[in-house]
């Protein structure tokens, strides 16, 4: 796709945590990108116009499959952050693409749930750390045939399979993510927040059984710079095959994982339970381990989310595209999570109020 004219990009999900943070970095990155995005509604076109008014709308849900069809079929690339689990939006942008005189390019968002198949079978939540690591390089061909019932797959499926009707595909499953967000409306992760807002409310921070689970994890914008490598590759025409003699970009290999490191969650409740009490938020720095129906009156996907092994390297992102995170570790971000956190729960107050002296 070799073009002296901006490229054009069709994208779903603007207004939420993953895509928000790329429309910032994107925009900031390359102002001379077309984007047009789809948003459900005007309150959320709003949030988008006010700060990126070059920002084409188009209005429509996920379930707005001739909408989305058709700017795709006018887009150079669609970045998909909506909704890893959305077939019909998902087979949508592909009958779009394919309906090109050369099939477009396609950056899809997936995530880690999807290798948490074996603890979700065997419900050993918090129980064990799993030795199965999975990698995006050499063991490629068994992260795309991963088994039907693994969380994301119905449509990892959808988009490998555009890859073999000539799609320049690329899946992109990023594991825990943290940070906070710099898009226009959600900037909200999910793990972790929703890890420092049940600490904060019990005066504990609850652990999945014994915690000794692992996952992966990545600073939200250097998944963001990890998208944005991608979109300069399409820019410069891309490849299906080889590329300057590395693995492929694109296609049926092009599956990134994204990651800084891993972290074991029984730890991750310990530094959280350490902060909180250091704030003040909770009285003591206790950890306690809960059970799985326990765990599940606090969130229904807590189990899965603080208990389950998701274990993967990101070797292609690292060797293809040069990527490296850059942005602070896990455990450097516990302390500003839950600050903003205690201040959504009304449990600190803000500078202004303290400068005037309110108790």
């Known amino acids: ?11 779903t999900g603007l207004t939420g945590y993953i895509g928000g943070d790329w429309l910032h970095a994107i925009t900031q990155t390359h102002p001379e990108y077309q984007i047009t995005a789809l948003v459900r509604n005007s309150d959320k076109g709003a949030k988008i116009a006010q700060q990126y008014p070059k920002v084409k709308l188009v209005y429509g849900d996920l379930d707005s499959e001739d909408v989305i069809e058709a700017e795709s079929r006018g887009a150079d690339v669609v970045c998909h952050f909506a909704h890893a689990d959305h077939e019909a939006s998902a087979n949508a942008i592909v009958r779009g693409l394919t309906a090109k005189e050369k099939p477009g390019f396609l950056i899809h968002t997936s995530g880690t749930g999807i290798l948490l198949f074996e603890d979700l079978r ?11 690591v999975y990698d995006d390089l050499e063991g490629v061909k068994e992260v795309t045939s991963l088994p039907d019932d693994a969380i994301h797959r119905n449509v990892d499926k959808i988009v490998l399979a555009a890859a073999k009707k000539g799609v320049n595909t690329a899946i992109v499953c990023p594991p825990t993510i943290y940070g906070i967000g710099r898009g226009p409306d959600n900037t909200r992760s999910m793990q972790l927040p929703w890890l420092c807002e049940a600490t904060i409310e019990r005066g504990y921070a609850p652990r999945v059984n014994a915690g000794k689970t692992y996952w992966g994890n990545v600073h939200v914008h250097d998944l963001s710079d990890l998208y944005i490598k991608l979109l300069e590759q399409a820019a410069a025409g891309g490849a299906t095959a080889e590329w300057n003699g590395k693995p492929a970009v694109w296609g049926e290999e092009g599956y990134y994982f994204c990651e800084n490191g891993e972290h074991v969650w029984g730890e991750v409740s310990q530094w959280v339970a350490d902060e909180a009490a250091k704030q003040g938020l909770i009285e003591k720095n206790e950890v306690r381990g809960l059970s799985d129906e326990e765990v599940s009156k606090i969130s229904p996907y807590g189990p899965a989310l603080w208990g389950a092994n998701s274990r993967a390297r990101a070797k292609r992102a690292r060797k293809v595209l040069g990527w490296e995170p850059k942005a602070p570790s896990l455990k450097e971000e516990v302390k500003s999570t839950l600050e903003v956190e205690a201040k959504r729960l009304g449990k600190t107050k803000g500078h202004a109020a303290v400068a005037a002296g309110e108790k």
């Not at 796709?1 to 994208?11: E, V």
């Open 1 to 11: 796709m070799t073009t002296t004219s901006p490229i054009k990009i069709f994208a």
């Open 122 to 132: 065997a419900k050993t939540f918090g129980q064990a750390f799993r030795e199965k």
